[in-house]
């Protein structure tokens, strides 16, 4: 079984290879590109299937024993973020063959995401944290080089931002995990993990800050969110659909690893200050959002409004808050990577993102405005959309632990959420076009087929939420349970030294 | 020997701080390598400095002797090295280009020129205005 656990970081690698080698010949880089992301579609999934099958499956590469080799561990969690990015390569990569341009494409925009999405897969399967610094930075050099391909002024102004604040993050980050191995001597989460608890815990809370700051800039928390909305809406739609989607949400991955593997001595201080920070980061963002009028930084902003909902659920630090936060993972990358797709349909048809030069999709478009309307209404958390359920869960697991505060936040947040769709809905499909434009055809399959999926998907979420909302309790009960993570990678008799090495 | 080692640690990633919040980028550039540097250096403290003394496994024994120089900061160092390498030398290339588009590398005036509907000068203009039909033909298109 342990080619599987590798199987979604080794298969985009290669196939980025192949198709570099092929730079070119297009027709043959389009199809490696969409071949390699459908078979790891269904690959991811299989390995979802399996975990939640056998529990937790744990490959040691080269044969090399924990903690002395590096770990790739498929827990719940891993495999669930793994799925659901296997399922956003698939669409994006089939909404590229018509989106993404032949000059860019000759530029080498094939083997770029593809390595892109081996990044981020490996940062969710990695059980070493040095290990997960290289997969962090495998798909920031992607990243940077597809966020500022094509050279425009807009893109290299905000592809600037964007690369120099993570350049930072990611030193601070390599400096945390140095002072880490400073203090324990080892770099295996699981060997961390028994090693942090006996560990004085003043130094270990400063640890936990660093990190909160590194991943904090990955994840766009408050107030560390700033490149986000300065970058996301300049690339072309197909790549901005997988950064919103998948990129700060591998930030949100890795605090909620730290957070409930490593840093748990204090929680009292480390969890507190996580709360506080995901009321700010919610409100920040949706205020934000009220006051653009550009379709995709609207959705930029929502980003970081959504970003405080799982960072919420992570802060609570209960078993139904963590699952809430898993399944809010969940239905926010899908609905948001669509919204971006929606937003280049909106594009194609009315000829601009800004919204006072839309209108009349809804009267002209009215397949486009379905498609807008799902997501849409999804993210503000309309029943029975798949963001009902995740924002009912959250904010059930708030009321439990008595932050009214925090219940508060988040209801209000949610009825801006409503405000900043119904803008949209209002000034691009429902009022009239402005005059002198037309409203053009719909767009071809390759680009409306993605978004279909990813719709219906909402839906089937939504209609039979009880499924998913299992998975990501059975994630959340593993991640109340790290001794349950230091047995599958250590084996039993680490699990002992963790139960023995601290309260 | 760590303390002196930590305390240039210190000195050089505060310097390196200090550039990266200047307002001019390529300063910003020379922070972050010498943030980087330093970074490697506190990344090769953590793991305790000895003399003389390889890490290699005697005949017959199955550990390095006691007091052995730790080979595993070392190999993470020289993965940072090279990591950190890639990046700023894509930064700077970066800078070259946001310098050449738009004629200034001072945070506060890129978004003053990005509004400025006037090329900075007649060879790299936004000309291929974008339309519904696809995005600006990108880079080599438009040179």
Redesign the interface.
């Known amino acids: 079984m342990s080619w599987l656990v590798v199987s979604p970081v080794a298969l985009p690698l290669a196939a980025a290879a192949l198709a570099f080698a092929w730079t070119g010949n297009r027709a043959a880089q389009r199809i490696v590109s969409t071949t390699a992301s459908l078979v790891l579609a269904g690959l991811t999934i299989t390995l979802l299937v399996s975990v939640s099958q056998h529990g937790t499956l744990v490959m040691q590469a080269g044969g090399w024993a924990a903690p002395f080799g590096i770990t790739f561990v498929a827990d719940h969690l891993a495999a669930i973020m793994v799925a659901i990015s296997g399922l956003m390569t698939a669409a994006t990569a089939v909404y590229a063959l018509a989106d993404i ?1 032949p ?2 494409e ?2 080498g925009y094939h083997p770029l995401f593809l390595v892109l999405v081996a990044g981020i897969n490996g940062a969710f399967l990695t059980g070493d944290l ?1 290990n997960m610094y ?1 997969w962090f ?1 495998v798909l ?2 992607s990243s ?2 597809l966020l ?7 893109q ?2 905000g ?2 931002k964007y ?2 604040i993570n ?2 993050s ?2 601070l980050f ?2 945390s ?3 880490t ?2 203090l324990t001597g080892t770099l295996n989460m699981a060997d961390l993990a028994i090693a942090l608890k006996g560990a004085p815990a003043g130094l270990v809370t400063v640890l936990a800050m660093l990190f909160l700051i590194a991943f904090g800039i990955k994840a766009a928390i408050f107030p560390l969110f700033f490149w986000l909305p300065a970058s996301y809406h300049t690339p ?1 739609v197909a790549i901005s659909a997988i950064f919103a989607g998948m990129l700060t949400k591998v930030g949100v991955y890795s605090l909620i690893r730290v957070f409930t593997l490593l840093f748990i001595q204090d929680v009292g201080w480390t969890h507190q200050t996580l709360l506080w920070l995901s009321g700010f980061t919610m409100v920040t963002g949706v205020l934000g959002a009220a006051a653009q009028s550009e379709f995709r930084k609207i959705l930029s902003f929502h980003i970081i409004s959504q970003i405080g909902y799982m960072i919420l659920g992570l802060a609570l630090y209960t078993q139904l808050a963590l699952a809430g936060a898993v399944f809010y993972l969940v239905h926010h990358i899908i609905v948001k990577a669509n919204l971006f797709l929606v937003a280049g349909l909106a ?5 601009s993102f800004e919204l006072a030069d839309l209108g009349g999709l809804y009267r002209k478009r009215p397949l486009l405005a379905i498609l807008f309307l799902v997501p849409a209404f999804s993210l503000a958390g309309f029943p029975p959309l798949s963001g009902f359920w995740a924002k009912l869960v959250v904010v059930l697991a708030a009321v439990e632990a008595r932050s009214w505060i925090l219940v508060a936040v988040s209801l209000g947040v949610g009825l801006l959420t409503i405000y900043s769709m119904t803008k949209i809905w209002q000034a691009a499909f429902w009022s009239p076009p402005p005059s002198g434009r037309s409203v ?1 055809p719909m767009p071809s399959w390759q680009l409306v087929a993605p978004v279909a999926l990813l719709a219906v998907i909402t839906i089937v979420i939504g209609l039979w939420s009880e499924p998913f909302l299992a998975l990501a309790e059975a994630a959340a009960r593993e991640l109340m349970d790290p001794a349950g993570y230091v047995r599958a990678v250590l084996g039993d008799g680490a699990a002992l030294r963790y139960a023995e090495a601290g309260p | 020997m760590e303390v002196p080692v930590a305390i240039t640690v210190g000195i050089v990633f505060g310097a390196g701080l200090y550039l990266v919040m200047q307002r001019n980028l390529l300063r910003f550039v020379f922070g972050l390598i010498l943030l980087s540097g330093s970074v490697n250096m506190a990344l090769f403290v953590s793991g305790r400095l000895t003399r003389n003394l390889v890490p290699l496994v005697p005949e017959g024994a199955q550990v390095p002797p006691v007091g052995a120089a730790n080979a595993l900061p070392q190999a993470l160092i020289l993965t940072a090295i090279v990591i950190g390498f890639g990046l700023t030398v894509f930064a700077l290339v970066l800078l070259l280009r946001t310098y050449e588009r738009l004629g200034t590398v001072a945070t506060d005036q890129l978004s003053l020129r990005l509004d400025d509907p006037r090329p900075v000068d007649g060879s790299h203009n936004d000309a291929p205005a974008e339309t519904a039909a696809g995005e600006a033909a990108p880079g080599k298109a438009e040179r």
Do not use: H, K, Q, W
Request: glycine letters at 16%.
């Open positions: 341009d000059a860019r000759a530029l040095f290289v930075e920031l050099i940077f080089v500022t391909l094509g050279n425009r002024r807009a290299l102004e592809g600037l690369v120099t350049l930072v990611s030193l390599l400096v995990i140095g002072l191995y400073g072309p594009r194609r048809v009315g000829g053009g």
